[in-house]
């Protein structure tokens, strides 16, 4: 069986990067083409990419409500 990092939580970013496995399309179209070491090294690395892009996402994503009016107290 081949390995795969697919959580079907599908859907591209405007980078075509998978917001549920992080992989990018060109990874996916040529996933069960890759040899099995390097699918594993990829799902090894696909973790760090995630993470690095949930922080940069939550650097620069808008304010909530609620958060607006937390930082419009003072």
């Known amino acids: 069986k081949t390995s795969s990092p697919c959580i079907r939580q599908c859907c591209l970013d405007f980078d075509d990067v998978c917001l549920g496995c992080s992989r990018t399309l060109e990874e996916i179209k040529g996933w069960s083409k890759m040899p099995e070491e390097e699918r594993l090294r990829l799902m090894t690395a696909l973790p760090i990419r995630k993470r ?12 909530a409500s609620q958060e607006k009016r937390e930082a419009t107290k003072f």
């Open 52 to 63: 690095l892009r949930d922080e940069t996402l939550k650097k620069n994503r808008p304010m």
